[in-house]
């Protein structure tokens, strides 16, 4: 007796394998029913959306922790001719006033207490009126103790990365991979992934790793991208920024 779900009345509903069989088979594509009908595109649907609400949204959240500075800097005020006094023609110049390279061409970074209090040196003489202002001198200038900054881009120990050959022989902006970052009035919280402790902005904001600006990301992909586009891909080398 034949089966009737498979006679020429009532062709198989097999879905994929039925339906790529057909085709191999020269049959009709009339005679197939689509491999997903509606209840399946909803049963798809119904466990795609969670997934990438899953895998976009909490999973990064619970993915970096997140961390304030000890205390808020604003870099907008400093930059300001006529409040900070920061010195320098250009973007780059001025940032370069408190991020500055020592002697020997080594780069300081984050600025120490210090370089500070070139501009705040009494505690008892605040520059401004700002709750931060009056913080940092209380706990750390009067102290002399160092802010504990977090650092959004701290790279692994391996990695070697020179600022001098980028900044000066490079004479790249500093916004090429740092961004707008003289632009904030307040910084940021510090985020950090939970498994290898660095900052999202090593790996970027977005959980795809996808960019669209030079800052998003500051992977090793990066760094050979921007090498190629500027004519170094001798740079891509394992060696140079592996030590």
């Not at 339906?19 to 594509?29: I, P, Q, V």
């Not at 632009?183 to 959980?207: C, M, Q």
Request: charged residues 25%.
């Amino acid at each position: 007796m034949k089966n009737p779900a498979n006679s020429p009345e009532n062709p198989s509903k097999g879905g994929w394998l039925s339906f790529l069989t057909g085709l191999l088979k020269g049959k009709d594509e009339s005679t197939f029913v689509p491999p997903f009908s509606l209840s399946g595109w909803i049963f798809f649907l119904a466990g795609l959306i969670p997934a990438l609400i899953v895998g976009w949204l909490i999973y990064p959240m619970a993915l970096y922790s997140k961390q304030p500075q000890p205390m808020d800097f604003n870099h907008v005020l400093h930059l300001d001719p006529d409040v900070g006094g920061i010195e320098g023609d250009t973007e780059t110049e001025k940032c370069l006033y408190c991020h500055e390279f020592r002697d020997d061409g080594t780069f300081v970074g984050i600025p120490r207490l210090a370089k500070c209090t070139e501009c705040h040196d009494d505690p008892e003489s605040p520059l401004g009126e700002t709750p931060e202002e009056i913080k940092f001198l209380n706990k750390y200038v009067a102290e002399q103790k160092e802010i504990p900054w977090l650092s959004y881009y701290r790279q692994p120990d391996c990695v070697y990365f020179s600022h001098i050959a980028h900044v000066q022989l490079g004479e790249m902006e500093c916004r090429t991979c740092h961004g707008d970052h003289h632009k904030t009035e307040k910084l940021p919280a510090y985020r950090a992934n939970i498994l290898t402790g660095y900052s999202i902005n090593i790996w970027g904001k977005n959980i795809a790793g996808y960019k669209t600006k030079t800052w998003d990301r500051m992977k090793m992909d990066d760094c050979a991208e921007c090498h190629t586009k500027k004519g170094h891909e001798e740079n891509n080398a394992c060696f140079v920024c592996h030590k």
